[in-house]
């Protein structure tokens, strides 16, 4: 058995505000305690033992992800509420889902220094950015055209997938912050570009077919004469 801390881990919690002792056997994770109180004094630990402040770039970039990784998961639970619509929400939950266990693997990879890359239990790779892409490519078809830029707030599903959106966008800026400071693979932020790009058009197709509207921004963008 082999016994890590969750910061280790770098899976369970995803933020790190403490370290929760994490067993593995025979590759089963089973997480024994959740506190010990090694993150009170402002610090938490990175895969490899070593810590930093929690108000780090390194941990605001994973933070920012597992926050993405939990806005998502209200999305999931508001897709499935009504049983009549669980489905026809069932392939977008399929989605969110593995989205959300791909989110799990890109902190990990953040929670781990640049010196401990060969640790990354799964990095993210351009296999993962192109199922993203098929993904749009599958609902675009069925989009109408866009006159204007979309608005939040035409339905629940869809503003949902908006707010996801912008908390994307969001790790997108704080991993890039922290790829001017470490080094950060390519393809995380090519991922979380892409990522964002999907929440959007995720957000359309929920309005398309769940019925709800799509109110666009009215302003001219054309200057006055």
Partial sequence: MLDITKDQAGRVGGSGDEDARICYTHGVMRIDKIYTRGGDDGTTGLVGGKRLPKDCARIESYGTVDELQ?????????????????????????????????????GSALATPPELSHRVRRPITAEDVRVLEETMDGWLPALPPLRSFVLSGGGRL?????????VCRRCERETLRLSREEQVPAEILRYLNRL????????????RAFGEEEPLWETPLAPKP
Avoid: M
């Fill in 158 to 166: 869809s503003s949902l997938a908006q707010v996801a959106r912008t």
């Fill in 70 to 106: 939990a806005v998502l998961g209200v999305l999931r639970a508001a897709l499935a509420e009504p049983p009549e619509r669980r489905e026809a929400a069932e392939r977008y939950v399929a989605v969110i889902h593995r989205i959300q266990n791909d989110l799990f693997d890109l």
């Fill in 196 to 207: 964002s790009d999907l929440l959007f058009v995720l957000g359309r197709e929920l309005a």
